[in-house]
């Protein structure tokens, strides 16, 4: 058994600051194996199609995001506690959406998800 668990959503003024957090557990992230999966927070916006927001390798080494959020979303991970963040700053209302966690083997699709967390940015 898989589970992505997401918090930290919430309610913010444009301009603030939110921190969501995901956290791994089940069989297939082992403090051992999570290192092994790469991570991503997507988001969903009502009547608009899911969008990849920012990536983490399994190592933590490596990092991308969204051009819609460059400069003002940070993904980072810690594998000792099988948990990665996504630290958001200068919230603009339209990043008002559901996010979602996501993990994948290597290169393979995004095979678990978490159940989202919201996040509504007011102007």
């Known amino acids: 058994q898989v589970q992505l668990v997401e918090s930290g959503g919430g309610l913010v003024q444009a301009g603030g600051s939110l921190r969501l957090s995901c956290a791994a557990s089940g069989r297939t992230f082992s403090s ?49 506690e099988n948990t990665v963040y996504l630290q958001m700053n200068n919230l603009k209302p339209e990043d008002t959406a559901v996010y979602y966690c ?12 978490g159940q989202g967390t919201q996040v509504t940015v007011s102007s």
């Open 32 to 80: 051992r194996t999570f290192s092994s999966h790469s991570m991503g927070w997507f988001r969903q916006a009502p009547g608009k199609e899911r969008e990849l927001v920012a990536t983490v390798t399994g190592s933590g080494g490596g990092t991308g995001v969204a051009e819609s959020v460059k400069g003002r979303f940070t993904i980072s991970r810690d594998n000792a």
């Open 102 to 113: 996501a993990a994948r083997y290597g290169l393979a699709p995004w095979d678990y998800w």
